[in-house]
């Protein structure tokens, strides 16, 4: 059983950076591709980033994040990072970490099989 655990969020204003964490635990981490998804209020929830499994050469954003949004990994702390520049009132949402076994990495939500309970990330304007 794969369990992931979200850290990091926040308030913070627009303009500030900030890094959520992903710890990953019962299960080696190399062996996932691994993204990011987020859910405002009344929304549903949307892709935000994905990072390949292994040692993660592969990253994919969506449009909205580009340029701003960074995701990494660490296998040796089996542990996920987003890595949030140039925050906007727009990035306010519940940011959810997932594991996919299946792909080398997916940015659909039903390509993965593993999902943590979200951390609160609040932009104020």
């Known amino acids: 059983q794969v369990q992931l655990v979200e850290s990091g969020g926040g308030l913070v204003q627009a303009g500030d950076s900030l890094r959520v964490a992903c710890a990953v635990s019962?299960?080696?981490?190399?062996?996932?591709?691994m993204g990011w998804f987020r859910q405002a209020p009344g929304k549903e929830r949307e892709f935000v980033a994905a990072?390949?499994?292994?040692?993660?050469?592969?990253?994919r954003y969506a449009e909205s994040v580009k340029g701003r949004f960074t995701i990494s990994r660490d296998n040796a702390k089996n542990t996920v990072y987003l890595h949030m520049n140039s925050l906007k009132p727009e990035d306010t949402a519940v940011y959810y970490c997932a594991a996919a076994s299946r792909h080398s990495i997916a940015t659909r939500r039903e390509s993965y099989d593993y999902w943590g309970q979200g951390t609160q990330v609040t932009v104020s304007s």
């Open positions: 019962g299960r080696t981490l190399s062996s996932y591709a």
């Open positions: 990072i390949s499994f292994g040692d993660g050469t592969m990253t």
